[in-house]
């Protein structure tokens, strides 16, 4: 289920417990709704408040850090192809060949990452090398250096393409990292409560109905950022692939 959808079904559970709240309100008796039972009430659910904030503190912390290391790595990524392209472009017009051939092999680099990321049915795939990436590195161990400059610049740009080869085993292996679903179930349910609690000892006026509604949506909005941060390659907020793409100017 979508980040948008997991967060509209979050946010009818909120307002259920709101509901939930103003009909017990209305069905208890009027001895239910004392003092004593209020102030026994709102330290429960202040303790649910409180561990329920802690989480989505900690969540959005998590996938915020998830997010921007992975945001790193492509960029990392997108420097090394830089790096790898100038290494070649330095080799001489005897690596022409290879450096189109790193060019085909960013464009299936770069359709292999935001798709596998952005599927569930590509999450589950295991990892297989590119047909592309394979004839890069075959062609770049294929090389003839005919000066030690040259044989220090082959020695360089195989280092370099291990390094984007590393990286990209990263993104994959980091790829597949969803939040589990009795884990936002059960905090779903402690906000539902604190709801149900606002509205069971308040009059069902207009400003509080109107309250309700925006505190609701945004709790459920702080859901959203947590699944929309842990798929940094798919949703509202991905990570753009146009600056690994564009990298290379055509030859």
């Not at 062609?139 to 003839?144: A, G, N, P, T, Y």
């Given at each position: 289920?979508?980040?948008?959808?997991?967060?509209?079904?979050?946010?009818?559970?909120?307002?259920?417990?709101?509901?939930?709240?103003?009909?017990?309100?209305?069905?208890?008796?009027?001895?239910?709704?004392?003092?004593?039972?209020?102030?026994?009430?709102?330290?429960?659910?202040?303790?649910?408040?409180?561990?329920?904030?802690?989480?989505?503190?900690?969540?959005?912390?998590?996938?915020?850090?998830?997010?921007?290391?992975?945001?790193?790595?492509?960029?990392?990524?997108?420097?090394?192809?830089?790096?790898?392209?100038?290494?070649?472009?330095?080799?001489?017009?005897?690596?022409?060949?290879?450096?189109?051939?790193?060019?085909?092999?960013?464009?299936?680099?770069?359709?292999?990452?935001?798709?596998?990321?952005?599927?569930?049915?590509?999450?589950k795939?295991?990892?297989?090398?590119?047909?592309?990436?394979?004839?890069?590195?075959?062609k770049?161990?294929?090389?003839?250096?005919?000066?030690?400059?040259?044989?220090?610049?082959?020695?360089?740009?195989?280092?370099?393409?291990?390094?984007?080869?590393?990286?990209?085993?990263?993104?994959?292996?980091?790829?597949?990292?969803?939040?589990?679903?009795?884990?936002?179930?059960?905090?779903?349910?402690?906000?539902?409560?604190i709801?149900?609690?606002?509205?069971?000892?308040?009059?069902?006026?207009?400003?509080?109905?109107?309250?309700?509604?925006v505190?609701?949506?945004?709790?459920?909005?702080?859901?959203?950022?947590i699944l929309?941060?842990?798929?940094?390659?798919?949703?509202?907020?991905?990570?753009?692939?146009?600056?690994?793409?564009?990298?290379?100017?055509?030859?």
């Amino acid at each position: 289920m979508s980040p948008i959808a997991l967060s509209v079904v979050a946010f009818g559970c909120i307002l259920g417990g709101t509901l939930t709240g103003m009909l017990l309100r209305h069905m208890l008796p009027g001895h239910h709704l004392s003092s004593d039972a209020k102030d026994v009430v709102r330290l429960g659910a202040g303790l649910i408040g409180t561990i329920a904030a802690l989480v989505l503190g900690l969540l959005i912390a998590s996938a915020k850090g998830s997010f921007d290391t992975q945001d790193t790595q492509i960029r990392q990524l997108t420097a090394d192809v830089i790096l790898l392209d100038q290494l070649l472009a330095q080799y001489g017009p005897e690596a022409t060949t290879v450096r189109n051939s790193l060019r085909g092999a960013v464009d299936s680099a770069a359709d292999r990452i935001w798709h596998e990321n952005s599927t569930a049915s590509g999450r589950k795939m295991p990892f297989e090398a590119s047909t592309a990436g394979e004839a890069l590195v075959a062609k770049l161990q294929q090389l003839s250096p005919q000066s030690t400059d040259q044989r220090a610049l082959q020695a360089r740009a195989i280092q370099v393409s291990g390094d984007i080869a590393r990286t990209r085993l990263l993104l994959f292996a980091e790829g597949d990292r969803p939040i589990p679903m009795p884990f936002l179930v059960v905090l779903i349910f402690w906000v539902s409560i604190i709801f149900a609690n606002f509205s069971l000892f308040a009059e069902p006026k207009p400003i509080v109905i109107g309250a309700q509604v925006v505190f609701a949506l945004s709790a459920s909005a702080a859901i959203f950022l947590i699944l929309e941060l842990n798929q940094p390659f798919s949703g509202l907020m991905q990570i753009s692939s146009t600056p690994l793409r564009s990298a290379l100017a055509p030859l």
